[in-house]
């Protein structure tokens, strides 16, 4: 079983970037998709995008063009920034592996508000 | 994109019941779709994979049919620690759409 562990910025002004981050524990991230998914206070799922070990990124057109999913093998970990956040992006934030959300970590709220 | 649906949106069963959850796809997505557990302040989980694939250490009394459309998830016999909102989500293609959700209560 694959362990994710998130972290980033909780609180951020109108404007402002988001700036997230997963560590996997697997011995080596180079066969997986990886995955970001959101989930507004007492909505449902929302998938963000993912990323190919090898690079390739598909995104969610609602986040019109402001996100950037990236990836570091070298530290087992993958990294989301989305820019110009507004309140439409207070979320909790999860990181996953695989198309297929094998495993999950622990989530991170991030609350957008002036 | 592919919308897809879930019914209903709440359930509310008496422990021991027989649930179902029905998903709709849009269009087709042969296969690819996949079941996923929330309980209240948790990450989701992965339940069933490939439309009818339990995925490791899930218990037995939850099984998953269906292709194309339509697909279902069932939960045999109810229990306490069933309740959760139940989303579905389609991996056939980007964006990778979850169902709304269903919420499964104890009656």
């Known amino acids: 079983q694959v362990q994710l562990q998130q972290w980033g910025a909780g609180l951020l002004k109108p404007s402002e970037t988001l700036s997230l981050t997963c560590a996997v524990n697997?011995?080596?991230?180079?066969?997986?998709?990886w995955t970001w998914i959101r989930q507004p206070p007492g909505k449902g799922l929302e998938w963000v995008g993912e990323?190919?070990?090898?690079?390739?990124?598909n995104y969610n057109p609602s986040l019109k063009g402001r996100g950037t999913i990236s990836v570091d093998t070298s530290k087992n970990q993958f990294s989301l920034r989305l820019t110009s956040v507004t309140a439409a992006d207070t979320a909790i934030y999860y990181c996953?592996?695989?198309?297929?959300?094998?495993?999950w970590g622990q989530g991170t709220l991030v609350t957008v508000s002036s | 994109d592919i919308q897809m649906t879930q019914s209903p949106s709440t359930l509310s069963a008496s422990v021991g019941d027989g649930v179902a959850v029905t998903c709709r796809a849009s269009?087709?997505?042969?296969?690819?779709l996949n079941w996923y557990q929330q309980k209240p302040g948790e990450a989701p989980k992965l339940l069933i994979h490939?439309?009818?694939t339990l995925q490791t250490g899930v218990p037995s009394r939850f099984s998953a049919s269906g292709s194309g459309t339509d697909f279902t998830l069932t939960i045999s016999s109810l229990q306490v620690e069933d309740i959760a909102t139940y989303y579905c989500?389609?991996?056939?293609?980007?964006?990778?759409?979850f169902g709304p959700g269903t919420r499964v209560e104890i009656k």
């Open positions: 990323i190919m070990y090898d690079g390739t990124t």
């Open positions: 996953a592996n695989g198309v297929v959300l094998w495993d």
């Open positions: 490939g439309a009818t």
């Open positions: 697997a011995e080596s991230s180079s066969k997986y998709y």
């Open positions: 269009q087709s997505i042969s296969i690819f």
């Open positions: 989500q389609q991996t056939y293609s980007t964006p990778r759409t």
